[in-house]
């Protein structure tokens, strides 16, 4: 799991669609491949976005701005890591060849 300050960590693997909810509460991931639906939430969404648009530094930190308001906060950065390497698990996000 790439934990460096490398630009651009992650990115979204290829054979799924996202759809948010109009809220932003939840979102419907359709995986092609094997034929599946899961369901994010609001944090899951959030850290997906995050960790696929920022470089790793980046993503935590501000992860724990929004959810804490306190970019410091170790609760939040945990929080960040666990939701990142349930996303890798489920194949939705890959460590780009720099962070690999």
Not at 19 to 29: G, I, K, N, T
Not at 73 to 82: G, M, T
Not at 85 to 100: C, G, M, S, V, Y
């Amino acid at each position: 799991m790439a934990e460096q300050g490398n630009a651009g960590a992650y990115t979204k693997t290829p054979g799924w669609t996202l759809s948010p909810y109009h809220d932003l509460s939840h979102a419907f991931v359709f995986v092609r491949e094997p034929i599946a639906v899961l369901v994010l939430d609001r944090l899951t969404l959030l850290a997906l976005e995050l960790c696929t648009g920022h470089s790793w530094d980046a993503a935590v930190e501000r992860f724990a701005e929004i959810t804490t308001r306190d970019p410091e906060s170790p609760q939040a950065r945990s929080k960040f890591q666990h939701l990142a390497r349930q996303l890798e698990r489920q194949r939705l996000i890959a460590p780009t060849e720099a962070a690999a």
